[in-house]
């Protein structure tokens, strides 16, 4: 019987531009069908890191143009620019690959909202650097008049950072959610979605903020009961002692494990710690869940127990 599973792409998956991308995406479609036609409930999450840049340098550099007509795009829509575009070629890609197998089955991407804690920590202690270089002065005019928050980046100019902050929950969860029970494939929290709090009645209000796509998928995987959330990444198999002449990989890991080898700083901040503590999360939410992280093209055999590193109870 067939799992539901929740997919996060890593951006190896997805290329690092408009060209790359498209390419990219066949590959990522192979990969994919082959779960579908193992009889397998898919839903994709995907992350947008190049794509949001690139989005927020063109705008910023539209602005620059002509400042008495463009003003500076807001993160959130950048995102929801993000989602629509890499939607577009992967749900293609991916509709055109399950029919050439002769699989008939809907593709079909939705810009998630992920609703985020405005007194999340994260904001008060933003970190994660987006958009292009500034000089110091456009830095300095940029915090003076819509009070960003700018830090000097390793020599090579100033660049706004935003909040990194933990998501609570996916907005279009029930829409997400009726669609796979009706047979689709769902592509959704691309990015890690749309960042969004609360504000009065039932507004939604963009957060200048960049979710992590690994802990939303999390998120996603739990609110629509998935028996297993895949991490895809650059390595087949999570390691501890990485580049070392000790190093070990490991074909798996209970959370006690994982959190040991995380108090030892094994994994590297920004990279594969936030997967770890994403593969905990959603393998204690609930008896008989599990996760995996491992390649893009392992994720096959890896499902099926031959290969990557399998998180559970």
Same mark, same amino acid.
Not at 54 to 69: C, G, H, V, Y
Not at 185 to 192: F, K, L, R, T
Not at 257 to 271: K, L, V
């Given at each position: 019987?067939?799992?539901?599973?929740?997919?996060?792409?890593?951006?190896?998956?997805? @290329?690092?531009?408009?060209?790359?991308?498209? +390419?990219?995406?066949?590959?990522?479609?192979?990969?994919?069908?082959? #779960?579908?036609?193992?009889?397998?409930?898919?839903?994709?999450?995907?992350?947008?890191?190049? +794509?949001? @840049?690139?989005?927020?340098? *063109?705008?910023?550099?539209?602005?620059?143009?002509?400042?008495?007509?463009?003003?500076?795009?807001?993160?959130?829509?950048?995102?929801?620019?993000?989602?629509?575009?890499? @939607?577009?070629? #992967?749900?293609?890609?991916?509709?055109?690959?399950?029919?050439?197998?002769?699989?008939?089955?809907?593709?079909?991407?939705?810009?998630?909202?992920?609703?985020?804690?405005?007194?999340?920590?994260?904001?008060?202690?933003?970190?994660?650097?987006?958009? *292009?270089?500034?000089?110091?002065?456009?830095?300095?005019?940029?915090?003076?008049?819509?009070?960003?928050?700018?830090?000097? !980046?390793?020599?090579?100019?100033?660049?706004?950072?935003?909040?990194?902050?933990?998501? +609570?929950?996916?907005?279009?969860?029930?829409?997400?959610?009726?669609? %796979?029970?009706?047979?689709?494939?769902?592509?959704?929290?691309?990015?890690?979605?749309?960042?969004?709090?609360?504000?009065?009645?039932?507004?939604?209000? @963009?957060?200048?903020?960049?979710?992590?796509?690994?802990?939303?998928?999390?998120?996603?995987? +739990?609110?629509?009961?998935?028996?297993?959330?895949?991490? #895809?990444?650059? %390595?087949?198999?999570?390691?501890?002692?990485?580049?070392?002449?000790?190093?070990?990989?490991? !074909?798996?890991?209970?959370?006690?494990?994982?959190?040991?080898?995380?108090?030892?700083?094994?994994? *590297?901040?920004?990279?594969?710690?936030?997967?770890?503590?994403?593969?905990?999360?959603?393998?204690?939410?609930?008896?008989?869940?599990?996760?995996?992280?491992?390649?893009?093209?392992?994720?096959?055999?890896?499902?099926? /127990?031959?290969? /990557?590193?399998?998180?559970?109870?």
């Amino acid at each position: 019987m067939g799992k539901r599973i929740v997919i996060a792409l890593g951006g190896n998956a997805l @290329g690092r531009n408009l060209p790359e991308q498209m +390419q990219a995406v066949k590959q990522t479609a192979k990969a994919i069908a082959d #779960l579908i036609e193992e009889g397998h409930e898919v839903v994709i999450a995907h992350g947008n890191g190049p +794509q949001v @840049g690139m989005i927020q340098a *063109a705008m910023t550099e539209l602005t620059r143009s002509d400042p008495e007509k463009y003003i500076p795009c807001p993160l959130s829509v950048c995102v929801a620019m993000s989602q629509g575009y890499i @939607g577009y070629d #992967l749900q293609n890609s991916l509709r055109e690959e399950l029919l050439d197998r002769g699989i008939r089955k809907g593709v079909s991407t939705v810009l998630t909202q992920v609703e985020v804690d405005p007194a999340d920590p994260a904001f008060r202690n933003p970190t994660k650097p987006i958009g *292009a270089f500034m000089t110091r002065e456009e830095a300095e005019k940029m915090v003076a008049e819509r009070g960003y928050d700018i830090i000097e !980046d390793a020599g090579r100019g100033y660049r706004r950072v935003v909040a990194s902050p933990r998501p +609570q929950s996916i907005v279009e969860i029930d829409s997400i959610r009726d669609m %796979v029970d009706a047979g689709l494939v769902v592509i959704a929290c691309g990015g890690g979605g749309i960042p969004v709090f609360k504000t009065e009645g039932n507004h939604l209000k @963009g957060a200048a903020a960049v979710v992590d796509k690994d802990f939303a998928s999390c998120v996603l995987a +739990q609110q629509l009961n998935a028996d297993c959330l895949v991490i #895809l990444t650059a %390595v087949e198999k999570v390691a501890v002692n990485f580049g070392k002449p000790d190093q070990q990989w490991l !074909d798996s890991l209970t959370p006690e494990q994982a959190r040991r080898y995380i108090a030892e700083g094994q994994f *590297a901040p920004g990279s594969m710690l936030p997967k770890v503590e994403a593969a905990i999360q959603f393998a204690e939410s609930k008896s008989g869940r599990s996760a995996l992280i491992t390649l893009l093209e392992k994720a096959k055999d890896g499902i099926a /127990g031959r290969t /990557g590193t399998a998180i559970a109870l």
